[in-house]
């Protein structure tokens, strides 16, 4: 089995100041990991993925992530944040049972940026 | 390319009537999943289909709730004598046969409100 926690609920944060979205999964398996953005009253956006490869994943509007297998930990980080970055962010996992697509979600951080 | 398409957007439905909650996948995708939001929650992986077939149906309510994704026309989520307790977004993903190396793309989701 495999699971999520996202340990921040919300972050606020001030524009232009950097920001990092904390993640911590649980699998006995390799694991392939998510981070998803939904903006209000919208579906969920892919922001990047790790499958393989380099630890250090760059995604989509400036945001990345490092995968630490030892510390089981795919944070998502942003050095300099806008205010079209306020929305909900959502960590997943795949193990890769029936294909990478099926994920486990954590609980979500909202990210507040504040002018 | 049209994206996945869900609709309707919102539905409001009153206790014990049925909701049939629609999904048109990405052009060339031949697998379906459906996740449900609940309020102040993440997502939960309810089924993952493929045309005709259902492959893994193990956050599948076990009453009530059924899924299928016909060899033509639309996946469909159905909910029979709907419950207060039924009221979230429920979001469909399609993707490419498995171990592709591509995400699943979402909806927008339907918005589900039991009065």
């Known amino acids: 089995a495999q699971s999520v926690t996202q340990l921040d609920s919300q972050v606020p944060v001030f524009e232009e100041a950097p920001v990092e979205l904390r993640c911590n999964y649980s699998s006995s398996v390799s694991v392939y990991l998510f981070w998803y953005v939904q903006y209000p009253n919208q579906g969920l956006q892919l922001l990047l993925k790790y499958l393989s490869g380099s630890t250090l994943v760059k995604g989509i509007n400036g945001f990345e992530a490092e995968f630490n297998k030892s510390q089981t930990s795919f944070h998502l980080r942003k050095p300099s944040v806008h205010i079209s970055d306020t929305a909900e962010y959502f960590c997943a996992v795949s193990d890769g049972s029936g294909g990478y697509q099926k994920v486990t979600f954590g609980t979500g951080t909202k990210l507040q940026v504040i002018p | 390319n049209a994206g996945v398409m869900q609709n309707p957007r919102h539905l409001v439905r009153r206790r014990g009537q049925e909701a049939r909650l629609r999904c048109s996948p990405m052009?060339?995708?031949?697998?379906v999943y459906w996740y449900r939001q609940l309020p102040e929650e993440g997502l939960k992986f309810m089924v993952y289909?493929?045309?005709?077939?259902?492959?893994?149906e193990s956050g599948m309510p076990k009453e009530r709730f059924s899924a299928e994704f016909p060899k033509e026309g639309p996946s469909i989520l159905r909910i029979q004598q709907v419950v207060r307790g039924d009221s979230a977004a429920y979001f469909c993903?399609?993707?490419?046969?498995?171990?592709?190396?591509?995400?699943?793309?979402f909806g927008q989701g339907t918005r589900l409100t039991v009065v």
């Open positions: 289909l493929q045309k005709e077939n259902i492959i893994d």
């Open positions: 993903a399609s993707s490419p046969p498995p171990y592709s190396d591509t995400e699943a793309f």
């Open positions: 052009k060339g995708h031949s697998h």
